[in-house]
């Protein structure tokens, strides 16, 4: 019988933790409801002790999401183990993941500690986080450049501890293949008490290879894989969770594993997160790229039109790329807009659906045909819900090639009432976040900002994507209209709501050290 591989999911940590990819609560929701769609078996919403924002999107999905384990990273700190356990604990099934560097470089320049210390503290801290929690997961940072048998030591200790699960990180994406598949071989075989936890690996993605040493470890034994959607993450990344389900499946003659991932969802999770991330998929990526099954060359058209498996090893149905262009216009109904929906296997909370809908039909008024693409960047929005403490009610421009633009933007306040403020800038798009600017009293370098058309066509929706700096931190926001510059308004006040409530955080943000040190140090896991 096939092995089943387990799916942690860390988009939502790991992947969160790459520059310019903060997601807000409402998006952290929106994706960990796509996750738990999407099959994983365990969702790390977060590392408690980041902040008060990471440990509010902690709580949030621990008491919303039902099926997956929800877990917390947390140094080997009680405090940390403490504010994870505070967050997680509402959850089904809570989980909490323990962190200690085991490699000389780390333990001693990082941690500033030895090596018995390491192993004392790691023991302790999971013996600290059993009394909370039936659930620990155990990391050992920086496994890969780790002596093995000191790692077998500590890997007995925490054990010997409570933990459940233990895991062999390559954190600086330094390994190769078959060296990681032979080092997870070696360790597996001198650990005590290992046929009773289950042993998962985390590969980043330095040299190109977290996804090809994950498969290595599988072979070699490993029964946990931690990777995130579109392999976003600290540096090149993590492994790519939708490369590492379509190897496994696609190559079942091979490795003999399945996952618990439903595969027709992995396009709608890989667009949600990009759109919350404003981190686009390179067009060639595997599995999910625009052109993954794309056919160029007319000998290949040949052979697909022939029998698609010439030039095909997967469909574009099974990871649930929607193939047919145009379908519903302004006289489809609620009925056939719902079945679309579900044939493109998208799924949208139910509550969203009559708002969903209104925008369809708003749309389908303006563009002749709504095509899947249309559809889809629709639903991607609905599923994010951001709070809106500022609404968009209207904006005015007055622009031209020989004079300077100008913007008039009223936007409705979220406790009653609005305000609206007139702005010159250097074109209309900038007038209209300079008069947003005034309106919310703050000043936040836009660090990013493009457009793109989501169909073809002279009546194609604009999505814009903004992102802004404020005091160090990153905000994205994403608009859709038919207007470029009413896409670009949207898409400025989502990401100025996302910082709007940050602001909340404001104490938390400062005392944000998520680092992998014990002192406090300032550099990231
Ligand atoms: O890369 C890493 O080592 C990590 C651990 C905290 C699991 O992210
Ligand atoms: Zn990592």
């Known amino acids: 019988m096939a092995r089943r591989i387990r799916i942690f999911d ?38 408690a002790a980041a902040s008060p924002g990471d440990a509010a999107a902690v709580s949030a999905i621990a008491a919303e999401i039902r099926g997956p384990v929800i877990a917390s990273l947390a140094r080997a700190l009680e405090r940390d183990i403490d504010a994870a356990w505070e967050a997680i604990r509402a959850s089904a099934r809570p989980r909490i993941h323990v962190f200690l560097a085991t490699s000389p470089i780390h333990m001693e320049h990082k941690l500033k500690m030895g090596a018995k210390e390491v192993l004392e503290r790691a023991a302790a801290m999971v013996a600290y986080a059993k009394r909370r929690c039936e659930d620990v997961e155990f990391s050992a940072e920086d496994a890969s450049r780790s002596d093995p048998d000191f790692l077998r030591r500590v890997f007995s200790a925490v054990i010997e501890a409570g933990a459940t699960t233990i895991n062999m990180p390559d954190t600086v994406g330094y390994s190769v293949p078959d060296e990681f598949g032979e080092l997870v071989r070696s360790v597996r075989s001198g650990v005590k008490g290992i046929e009773r936890v289950v042993f998962s690996v985390h590969c980043h993605n330095d040299l190109g290879l977290a996804v090809a040493n994950t498969l290595a470890a599988i072979d ?32 079942a003659d091979r490795y003999g594993a399945t996952t618990g991932v439903e595969t027709t969802q992995l396009y709608t999770a890989s667009r949600l997160v990009s759109s919350v991330t404003g981190v686009k998929v390179q067009p060639n990526k595997a599995v999910i790229g625009e052109n993954a099954f794309a056919h160029e060359a007319g000998i290949h058209q040949h052979g697909v039109l022939a029998n698609r498996a010439t030039y095909e090893i997967m469909t574009p149905e099974s990871v649930g790329i929607p193939q047919s262009v145009m379908v519903l216009g302004k006289h489809s109904g609620r009925h056939a807009f719902d079945q679309r929906l579900a044939q493109l296997g998208i799924r949208v909370d139910p509550k969203t659906l009559p708002e969903l809908f209104e925008r369809f039909k708003a749309l389908a008024d303006k563009k002749k045909v709504v095509s899947d693409k249309d ?151």
């Not at 790991?14 to 929106?30: A, V």
């Not at 769609?37 to 977060?46: F, K, P, Q, S, T």
């Not at 836009?446 to 058309?453: G, M, P, R």
Request: charged share 25%.
């Open 220 to 251: 070699a034994g490993a029964e946990q894989v931690e990777c995130t959607v579109n392999g976003i993450g600290e540096r090149a990344g993590n492994a790519a969770l939708e490369e590492i389900v379509m190897a496994l499946r696609t190559r």
């Open 375 to 525: 559809i889809e960047a629709l639903a991607i929005g609905a599923a994010i819900q951001p709070q809106e403490r500022f609404r968009l009610d209207r904006f005015v421009i007055n622009s031209g090639n020989t004079i300077a633009a100008t913007s008039t933007v009223r936007l409705a306040l979220q406790g009653g009432g609005h305000a609206e403020r007139v702005a010159v800038g250097d074109g209309p798009i900038d007038a209209s976040f300079k008069a947003i600017d005034q309106i919310v009293g703050k000043r936040p370098v836009l660090e990013d900002f493009a457009l793109d058309a989501v169909t073809g066509g002279k009546d194609a929706q604009g999505e814009a994507r903004v992102r802004i700096e404020l005091e160090g931190r990153r905000y994205n926001g994403r608009g859709l209209s038919t207007d470029v510059v009413e896409a670009s308004v949207r898409a400025y006040l989502g990401a100025i709501n996302a910082m709007a409530d940050a602001v909340g955080d404001a104490a938390g943000d400062a005392a944000d050290d998520r680092t992998g040190g014990l002192d406090g140090a300032r550099d990231r896991t």
């Open 10 to 47: 860390t988009t939502l940590r790991d992947g969160e933790q790459s520059p310019g990819c903060s997601m807000n609560l409402g998006e952290k929701l929106g994706v960990a409801r796509q996750l738990e769609r999407l099959g994983v078996d365990v969702i790390e919403a977060g590392f």
